[in-house]
């Protein structure tokens, strides 16, 4: 319940200031943190996002919300205006307008920061407002960790509600697999705390369904133990032979790997005029020993030719994710998009993995004369192993089943001008456009197994239809509940992302 003197506010600036802007409202109440233009916080806040796209919309005012009650506040006050919004944890999601907003209230999350570990249940309660390194860094020396991403710098609270895909996914799950509860705050302004005994259609909702039921401030989640582990990048130069060896050594990871503790993610980046041709590996186990002979494909393409850089080392979970942070090009729009592939089989594999990566270098190779261009495909295993987890911990929105092996392929583009945009939205469009035509030409031919390939959220671009590649029936309990929690569609009409 609201402590007395913020209800007593709320009251008389709800019948004073009915139809005032939110930020002024926030203002006089004296008490939450409010920034405008050219404040220190504000302009520092519009850098904390990955793509520029995002930090060149102006939001009126950015709000600094440091609890559920503070953030309920807020909503309320929302309610009574016609402004649009955003909520922005990491920022990390470079799609316009999903955690950035032109003209209305930003509300971050960076003050919702806390991280309480019950050491002896490694129960954890973990504020939007952390990134990965830094709930790793919190939890470094407890023996226990978070199933979060695989890049520092992003935020949890986008990670989770989108799925989250982890090293530690084939043993765990989704990132959102490990909460046990929510603390949600719905358009009305009411605090409420889902989980699979109360509210569990809203509960298996926010499990893959994005910002559409409220604003959550804290997630409970079990995490898991946690000692050294070996983690590192391994760089090739480019060539065909070495493009050949890494694309047959993910498809038979995915298919033959045993080891829950492994897992690697494949990367092909070229940037201008192709200055930069090569693969980047990411290799991981969570151990401070690697079996011999896990990642042994991979690492032996060095018969092919010395790797260019190798920092693959036993190292603390907590160093791993801040040494990943290498990969966020500050100062560049981002253009991230995804596409979900069944495994092909070993006879198909050359036709479909080298198929589709020839389809990217075409069409990638459109793009090198665009300043600061840097394009990349990354190859990243979703075994049927991860699907077994995940259904192991509740149901969720993505609701992948286990009839077949997969792969999740992310590709980026990162260029400097905002005035190529639209060309490179296009562009991403025809990159994964392209995939998804060729995967359904060689379902329909047999070449590929059928199945069910979701949109992974976390990847997603804003012109494809994740919603609709979900099964109809999460579809429409993600439309049931929204309509539920939210009849007035404050999260359905004023702010961005995808709408079931």
């Known amino acids: 319940m609201l402590p007395l003197r913020v209800a007593a506010a709320s009251f008389i600036l709800f019948a004073g200031l009915a139809y005032a802007d939110t930020c002024s409202s926030i203002e006089a109440l004296g008490y939450i943190n409010v920034t405008r233009p050219l404040h220190p ?24 919300p440091k609890s559920a009650a503070e953030v309920s506040v807020i909503v309320t006050l929302l309610s ?39 050491p002896v249940t490694g129960i954890v309660d973990v504020g939007p ?62 605090v409420i705390y889902p989980s699979a005994t109360t509210h569990p259609d809203l509960f298996k909702s926010l499990k893959g369904g994005g910002n559409n039921f409220g604003i959550v401030t804290n997630y409970k989640l079990q995490a898991h133990p946690q000692g050294d582990v070996w983690g590192g990048n391994v760089v090739y130069l480019r060539t065909p032979d070495i493009d050949s060896h890494l694309l047959a050594a993910v498809r038979d990871f995915v298919e033959y790997n045993e080891d829950d503790k492994a897992a690697v993610i494949v990367t092909a980046e070229r940037s201008t005029v ?16 690697v079996p011999p002979g896990i990642f042994e494909t991979f690492t032996n393409a060095g018969l092919l030719q010395t790797p260019l850089l190798n920092t693959f080392r036993r190292r603390t ?14 100062g560049s729009v981002v253009d991230i998009a995804t596409e979900t592939i069944p495994l092909p089989s070993t006879a198909n594999a050359v036709e479909v993995m080298e198929g589709l990566h020839a389809h990217w270098r075409n069409v990638s190779g459109t793009t090198l004369l665009v ?24 149901e969720d929105l993505i609701d992948c089943d286990d009839s077949v092996d997969r792969i999740i392929i992310e590709m980026n583009y990162s260029f400097i001008p905002q005035s190529a945009y639209e060309f490179m939205a296009d562009t991403i469009e025809a990159t994964y456009t392209g995939v998804r035509d060729r995967v359904l ?60």
């Not at 649009?84 to 999350?109: C, D, M, Q, W």
């Not at 192709?274 to 020993?289: H, S, T």
């Open 371 to 394: 300043p600061g261009i840097v394009a990349s495909i990354a190859w990243q295993p979703f075994p049927k192993r991860i699907a077994q987890q995940a259904f192991a911990r509740g």
């Open 274 to 289: 192709d200055l930069i041709d090569a693969w980047i590996l990411f290799l991981f186990y969570d151990g401070p020993v």
């Open 41 to 64: 916080s504000y302009v520092y806040e519009q850098t904390q996002y990955w793509s520029t796209t995002s930090s060149t919309l102006l939001p009126s005012c950015i709000i600094f």
């Open 317 to 330: 979970y907590a160093d791993l994710m801040a040494f990943s942070n290498w990969v966020v090009i500050k």
């Open 441 to 500: 030409a060689w379902q329909a031919d047999g070449t590929l197994p059928q199945g069910y390939m979701p949109v992974f959220m976390n990847y997603g671009f804003y012109r494809q239809d994740y919603f609709g590649r979900l099964r109809p029936e999460n579809r429409a309990l993600a439309r049931r509940v929204a309509e539920s929690v939210d009849p007035e569609g404050l999260f359905r009409t004023r702010t961005g992302g995808w709408k079931p």
């Open 80 to 118: 009574n205006t016609t402004e649009p919004f955003a909520v922005k944890s990491g920022g990390h999601n470079p799609n316009r307008y999903f955690s950035s907003v032109e003209g209305g209230p930003l509300i971050s999350t960076d003050s919702l920061d806390q991280a309480t570990l019950d």
């Open 129 to 190: 407002g952390n990134r990965l390194d830094s709930i790793s860094a919190k939890l470094q020396g407890t023996g226990w960790t978070f199933v979060g991403g695989r890049i520092g710098n992003t935020g949890v609270g986008g990670l989770v509600l989108g799925g989250g895909l982890s090293y530690m996914s084939a043993q765990y799950g989704w990132a959102a697999s490990s909460v046990l509860e929510y603390e949600l705050v719905l358009a009305n302004g009411t």
